[in-house]
C-alpha cells in the first residue's frame, strides 16, 4: 500500500492478530523505523509537523508504534494476553478522531513534567488530527498544531495535541485552539468526555486532566513536542537510558543504535506473512451507557 509524503506499509501476519505488523518503508524502498527515521518536522519553519496514523476515525482497534520492537512497526495493543479494543462509550464510536503520534518525540519517563507534576508515560507523543478526511493506518501525514490537553493516565503525564492536516479543505480557517471550539463546536468537549471516560468500561477508574481539563494554546503545545523532542533525541544518542525501548534506526548516523538495511530486512523477513484480517469480535460493538461523575 502506498502512503503519504513517499512513506509506504508492509503488513505482516493477519490483521487483528497478536502477530501483526505493520512495518514502514521510505520513498526508496528501504525500512525504516516510523518512531525513529521519519523527522519530527514536515516544514520546520512553519511549525509543521509529521504525523503517523495509528488509529483510523471511527475504528476501536488500539493499534500503536510498537516501541519496544525492532524497527518500531504498528501493532495491535495487548492487555492479559488479549487484544486491545476501545470501548464505544456513548455517544462516542471508537476514536472520534485519526488518532497517532508525532516521530522523533519521547515523553521521558524519568522525566517529571513541569507542568503537571507527573513524568512521561515513555511512548512518543500522541495526536488527535480533527480533518475531515479519515485516514489509514500507516499513513504519513503533515499537521498544523492547535492546541494541547494534558491527560493525567494513571499518574503518567500523557499529552495529547490537538492538529488538522495540512491538506484539509479547511485547514487555513485552524490556527489555534479556540478556530476548533467556534469552527467544530462541542468538538474539544467531546475530546476530554471521551478520555475522562474510555477506560471505564474496563473497570478502571475516570482518567484525570491537568489543568481542570483545560486546553493549552498553540505556542504551548508546539514547546511540549519541542521538549519531548529533546527527549527523544538524548534518547537515541543513548544519553538516556531507554529501559526496554528499541532505538535500532537507519538514519540518525551519530546513534549508537543505527543499523544497516540487511539487518532491517532480516527483522522484517522474520515477521510471519501477510494474510487475510482476523474477524474484530461482535463485542467490540457493544454500546456502553453510564451516568457522567
Same mark, same amino acid.
Given at each position: 500500500?502506498?502512503?503519504?509524503?513517499?512513506?509506504?506499509?508492509?503488513?505482516?501476519?493477519?490483521?487483528?492478530?497478536?502477530?501483526?505488523?505493520?512495518?514502514?518503508?521510505?520513498?526508496?524502498?528501504?525500512?525504516?523505523?516510523?518512531?525513529?527515521?521519519?523527522?519530527?518536522?514536515?516544514?520546520?519553519?512553519?511549525?509543521?509537523?509529521?504525523?503517523?496514523?495509528?488509529?483510523?476515525?471511527?475504528?476501536n482497534a488500539k493499534m500503536e508504534i510498537a516501541t519496544k520492537d525492532?524497527?518500531?512497526?504498528?501493532?495491535?495493543?495487548?492487555?492479559?494476553?488479549?487484544?486491545?479494543? !476501545?470501548?464505544?462509550?456513548?455517544?462516542?464510536?471508537?476514536?472520534?478522531?485519526?488518532?497517532?503520534?508525532?516521530?522523533?518525540?519521547?515523553?521521558?519517563?524519568?522525566?517529571?513534567?513541569?507542568?503537571?507534576?507527573?513524568?512521561?508515560?515513555?511512548?512518543?507523543?500522541?495526536?488527535?488530527?480533527?480533518?475531515?478526511?479519515?485516514?489509514?493506518?500507516?499513513?504519513?501525514?503533515?499537521?498544523?498544531?492547535?492546541?494541547?490537553?494534558?491527560?493525567?493516565?494513571?499518574?503518567?503525564?500523557?499529552?495529547?495535541?490537538?492538529?488538522?492536516?495540512?491538506?484539509?479543505?479547511?485547514?487555513?480557517?485552524?490556527?489555534?485552539?479556540?478556530?476548533?471550539?467556534?469552527?467544530?463546536?462541542?468538538?474539544?468537549?467531546?475530546?476530554?468526555?471521551?478520555?475522562?471516560?474510555?477506560? !471505564?468500561?474496563?473497570?478502571?477508574?475516570?482518567?484525570?486532566?491537568?489543568?481542570?481539563?483545560?486546553?493549552?494554546?498553540?505556542?504551548?503545545?508546539?514547546?511540549?513536542?519541542?521538549?519531548?523532542?529533546?527527549?527523544?533525541?538524548?534518547?537515541?544518542?543513548?544519553?538516556?537510558?531507554?529501559?526496554?525501548?528499541?532505538?535500532?534506526?537507519?538514519?540518525?548516523?551519530?546513534?549508537?543504535?543505527?543499523?544497516?538495511?540487511?539487518?532491517?530486512?532480516?527483522?522484517?523477513?522474520?515477521?510471519?506473512?501477510?494474510?487475510?484480517?482476523?474477524?474484530?469480535?461482535?463485542?467490540?460493538?457493544?454500546?456502553?451507557?453510564?451516568?457522567?461523575?
Open positions: 500500500r502506498g502512503g503519504m509524503a513517499g512513506y509506504s506499509v508492509e503488513e505482516r501476519a493477519a490483521p487483528h492478530s497478536l502477530e501483526y505488523r505493520l512495518f514502514f518503508k521510505d520513498g526508496a524502498g528501504r525500512y525504516i523505523s516510523p518512531f525513529h527515521d521519519i523527522p519530527i518536522y514536515a516544514d520546520a519553519g512553519k511549525n509543521v509537523f509529521n504525523m503517523v496514523v495509528e488509529v483510523p476515525r471511527w475504528t525492532p524497527l518500531n512497526p504498528i501493532k495491535q495493543d495487548v492487555k492479559k494476553g488479549k487484544l486491545r479494543y !476501545v470501548a464505544n462509550v456513548f455517544p462516542h464510536k471508537g476514536y472520534i478522531w485519526n488518532y497517532g503520534a508525532i516521530p522523533q518525540t519521547w515523553e521521558d519517563p524519568g522525566h517529571k513534567d513541569e507542568n503537571t507534576g507527573c513524568c512521561g508515560d515513555n511512548d512518543p507523543i500522541d495526536v488527535c488530527e480533527i480533518g475531515s478526511k479519515v485516514c489509514s493506518r500507516g499513513e504519513v501525514i503533515k499537521v498544523k498544531v492547535l492546541g494541547t490537553l494534558a491527560l493525567i493516565d494513571e499518574g503518567e503525564t500523557d499529552w495529547k495535541i490537538i492538529a488538522i492536516n495540512v491538506e484539509d479543505p479547511e485547514a487555513d480557517n485552524y490556527n489555534d485552539i479556540n478556530d476548533v471550539r467556534r469552527m467544530k463546536p462541542g468538538y474539544l468537549e467531546a475530546t476530554v468526555d471521551w478520555f475522562r471516560r474510555y477506560k !471505564v468500561p474496563d473497570g478502571k477508574p475516570e482518567n484525570q486532566f491537568a489543568f481542570n481539563g483545560e486546553f493549552k494554546d498553540k505556542d504551548f503545545a508546539v514547546n511540549v513536542i519541542k521538549s519531548t523532542h529533546e527527549h527523544w533525541k538524548a534518547l537515541i544518542a543513548k544519553k538516556t537510558d531507554g529501559g526496554e525501548i528499541n532505538c535500532t534506526n537507519l538514519t540518525v548516523s551519530d546513534s549508537p543504535f543505527c543499523c544497516s538495511q540487511e539487518c532491517a530486512k532480516a527483522t522484517v523477513d522474520a515477521a510471519p506473512p501477510c494474510k487475510a484480517a482476523n474477524p474484530i469480535p461482535p463485542e467490540v460493538d457493544k454500546w456502553f451507557y453510564y451516568q457522567k461523575n
